[in-house]
């Protein structure tokens, strides 16, 4: 079967139902209009895990996605990764937040809505005088792919990201981190701090 057909396929009606029907018997839910595109051996989902309404999950060849215990996606998130993402347990992961490429979460996160993290990005300093499209297609060239512009996210145990967040690649948050509403976060956050603002600094302690 060719890699359009199968995707094709698993986004069908029939199969959608599939996915729900034998998930509920590992105590995973998953809501029937989720579409899972990846083949089963790239997705863990352990007992507990919830995943809501109209969640998209796109896996390349190459990606992974796994989720611990009783993880909760809420409804239009979307996961996209030709790398690993993995969601620690307790964790939840509110509507329409965005999660992209090389991406690790701990346990008892809050990820509030529309919050936007991945670890790759588009070039536009390669070859400054390219138009950035023109920039990709060059590196692919050149390199094979664009995952040389994939820069690894991690955010520890315990994290509040608020709502519209932006986590930039390669960003490490530490440990029982908040990080305030309609901040974008350039760079790497300590343990156990408070930070807002665009970029967002560190304005407190826990």
Same mark, same amino acid.
């Given at each position: 079967m060719t890699l359009f057909r199968a995707s094709h396929l698993r986004r069908t009606f029939?199969? #959608?139902w599939w996915n729900f029907l034998r998930f509920i018997a590992r105590g995973v839910r998953i809501?029937?209009?989720?579409v899972i595109d990846g083949r089963s051996?790239?997705?863990?989902l352990n007992r507990g895990a919830k995943i809501g309404a109209r969640v998209n %999950? #796109?896996?390349? =060849?190459?990606?992974? /996605?796994? /989720?611990? +215990?009783? @993880?909760w996606l809420s409804h239009d998130v979307e996961i996209e990764s030709s790398k690993k993402i993995t969601i620690g347990a307790g964790t939840t992961v509110q509507r329409r937040a965005t999660i992209n490429g090389s991406v690790?979460?701990?346990?008892? *996160? %809050?990820? =509030?809505? +529309?919050v936007f993290i991945s670890s790759g990005t588009h070039p536009f300093r390669v070859y400054p005088e390219k138009t950035i499209r023109e920039q990709e297609r060059l590196i @692919?060239?050149?390199?094979?792919? /664009?995952?040389? /512009?994939? #820069?690894?996210?991690? %955010?520890?145990d315990d994290c509040w990201l608020g709502v519209n967040v932006v986590i930039c690649p390669g960003v490490n948050i530490g440990r029982g981190s908040v990080v305030g509403a309609n901040s974008v976060v350039l760079k790497d956050i300590p343990e156990n701090t @408070? *930070? =807002?603002? @665009?970029p967002a600094n560190i304005v407190g302690s826990r």
């Open positions: 029939l199969w #959608r809501h029937p209009t989720t051996e790239q997705i863990t %999950i #796109r896996l390349s =060849a190459y990606g992974e /996605l796994f /989720l611990s +215990n009783d @993880v690790s979460i701990g346990s008892g *996160c %809050i990820i =509030a809505p +529309n @692919v060239e050149e390199r094979g792919d /664009l995952s040389s /512009l994939d #820069r690894p996210i991690s %955010i520890g @408070v *930070c =807002a603002g @665009v």
